[in-house]
T-cell receptor, first 114, second 110 residues
Framework: DAGVIQSPRHEVTEMGQEVTLRCKPISGHNSLFWYRQTMMRGLELLIYFNNNVPIDDSGMPEDRFSAKMPNASFSTLKIQPSEPRDSAVYFC????????????FGPGTRLTVT | DAKTTQPPSMDCAEGRAANLPCNHS???????VYWYRQIHSQGPQYIIHGLKNNETNEMASLIITEDRKSSTLILPHATLRDTAVYYC???????????FGQGTTLQVKP
């Protein structure tokens, strides 16, 4: 298996632009997680899905952030409009189920907003 | 979920055992202890988990005290590739989400 796939790996955009990050979970995994990592705040959970349904989005910072999971093999995290403080590494992770201990993380997308 | 406390950094000589402590004094009876690590620029990687018994797998051993208020992750023969940030997390089974703290930066030195 290729593991969790994220695209793009690097994204540089200007303030105010829309940014879409993509994630393909491991086939057969029912839970998907979006995390954000910065030096100041560390690794934070933004939202997670179980069977394509958002279960907990309490970590989504504000309305500029939205996430979707239209099917079991694809999820997006969108930021509109983007701001410099959104600069971070965004990780996607998946697990067999939300009760399973092991989450598999993707390589991350490094976002820079200028 | 219970909060965890870890030392910010530790050093270990290559080939020696690395013992990483974690305090979780407010842990509840149904909460598990998880360990993950993050090698520079990569996504976190699961290492091991436990409830109350000691656990061992091919990567590490997890020792949980009898009162469950603290635990130790043991890397039996540390290598340079074990240099990473190690996160101790406490969470209920089925909770889904993991809350990462600041972790311990382990530096393995030749």
């Amino acid at each position: 298996d290729a593991g969790v796939i994220q695209s793009p790996r690097h994204e540089v955009t200007e303030m105010g632009q829309e940014v879409t990050l993509r994630c393909k979970p491991i086939s057969g995994h029912n839970s998907l997680f979006w995390y954000r990592q910065t030096m100041m705040r560390g690794l934070e959970l933004l939202i997670y899905f179980n069977n394509n349904v958002p279960i907990d989005d309490s970590g989504m910072p504000e309305d500029r952030f939205s996430a979707k999971m239209p099917n079991a093999s694809f999820s997006t995290l969108k930021i509109q409009p983007s701001e410099p403080r959104d600069s971070a590494v965004y990780f996607c992770a998946s697990s067999l189920d939300r009760g399973i201990y092991e989450q598999y993380f993707g390589p991350g997308t490094r976002l820079t907003v200028t | 979920d219970a909060k965890t406390t870890q030392p910010p950094s530790m050093d270990c000589a290559e080939g020696r055992a690395a013992n990483l402590p974690c305090n979780h004094s407010t842990i509840s009876g149904n909460e598990y202890v998880y360990w993950y690590r993050q090698i520079h620029s990569q996504g976190p990687q699961y290492i091991i988990h436990g409830l109350k018994n000691n656990e061992t797998n091919e990567m590490a051993s997890l020792i949980i005290t009898e009162d469950r208020k603290s635990s130790t992750l043991i890397l039996p023969h540390a290598t340079l590739r074990d240099t990473a940030v190690y996160y101790c997390i406490v969470s209920r089974l089925g909770a889904g989400k993991l809350i990462f703290g600041q972790g311990t930066t382990l530096q393995v030195k030749p």
